[in-house]
């Protein structure tokens, strides 16, 4: 059975069967208990006490729908490498703290080389684009931005790859 550190640093034992619920669960979350137990081999009773603990241990942790954000008025991605002045956990904490309240900030990373911050935004159109470059430039803290824009998104997977091992098969 495999360890693996949840959400919170505790570390959980998943085994074939909870692995493969996060799998078909990673791939059709809408799916009722009754067909997800009958994907992974087990009653429906215990699925659901596994799904249950998976979430309670926030190996999963939530389960959303994916719009075309093209169709909803959103057709410009671009990602923004940022720079604060200073790496103090106060200022990175900040910063964190006013994206999160831009509703374009579609994910925030904090990286290591090239920059402090990696973050994801999209807009309505070039002027949104503009200002909200323009709004990250002014930022607090913020000495350096550079933007990509997307030209075409081949490839976006959610999730992870879920490998499943049956049992008496070697890693």
């Not at 009773?45 to 994916?66: K, N, S």
Request: net charge negative.
């Amino acid at each position: 059975m495999p360890l693996v550190q949840d959400g919170s640093g505790n570390v959980t034992d998943l085994d074939a069967v909870d692995l493969r619920i996060v799998a078909e669960l990673q791939n059709d979350g809408r799916m009722t208990n009754v067909e997800l137990a009958r994907r992974v081999g087990i009653s429906a009773p215990p699925c659901l006490r596994r799904v249950r603990r998976l979430e309670e241990e926030r190996i999963i942790r939530g389960y959303h729908a994916e719009p075309n954000a093209a169709a909803l008025g959103w057709p410009i991605t671009f990602f923004a490498l940022i720079g604060l002045e200073s790496q103090k956990e106060a200022i990175l904490c900040s910063f964190e703290q006013q994206l999160a309240q831009w509703p374009e900030v579609r994910e925030c990373h904090m990286i290591r080389g090239g920059g402090d911050f990696l973050v994801r935004l999209i807009a309505r159109d070039a002027a949104h684009e503009n200002l909200l470059t323009r709004q990250l430039t002014e930022a607090q803290h913020v000495i350096r931005v550079q933007t990509l824009q997307t030209i075409r998104t081949s490839l976006e997977r959610w999730g992870v790859p879920v490998q499943v091992e049956e049992e008496g098969q070697a890693p």
